[in-house]
């Protein structure tokens, strides 16, 4: 059984850093790409970033590309998404996801989702 796990959302003044962590476990993690995306009410799920262990291949959206970082843990089948000089913009569900094939940025081509984590980043 497939389950991804996040865990590391909470409340951050602008210009703060938080790190979130991804444990997928039922054997994806070497297998699929892993994404983070995020989501605010009345708006579509946004892709934040995307790791593809085999290759150790990284994928950023243009609005966080050099303030995340996404990496990846084999030995605790961990994905984690880095994240300094947090804005006000950046307040969202963070959310974490498996791919097996498809395009990294578009949502609907990712096979299992964690229930989310919020991170706040007050002004």
């Known amino acids: 059984q497939v389950q991804l796990a996040e865990s590391g959302g909470g409340l951050v003044q602008a210009g703060g850093s938080l790190r979130l962590s991804c444990a997928a476990s039922?054997?994806?993690?070497?297998?699929?790409?892993m994404g983070w995306f995020r989501q605010v009410p009345g708006k579509e799920r946004e892709f934040v970033a995307a790791?593809?262990?085999?290759?150790?291949?990284?994928y950023y959206a243009d609005s966080v590309k050099g303030r995340f970082t996404i990496s990846g843990d084999n030995a605790r089948n961990t994905v984690y998404l880095q994240m300094n000089s947090l804005k006000t913009d950046d307040t969202a569900v963070y959310y974490c996801?498996?791919?097996?094939?498809?395009?990294?940025?578009?949502?609907?081509?990712?096979?299992?989702w964690g229930q989310g984590t919020q991170v706040t980043v007050s002004s």
């Open positions: 996801a498996a791919q097996s094939q498809g395009p990294v940025e578009s949502a609907r081509h990712y096979d299992y």
């Open positions: 790791f593809r262990q085999i290759s150790s291949s990284t």
């Open positions: 039922g054997g994806i993690f070497r297998r699929y790409k």
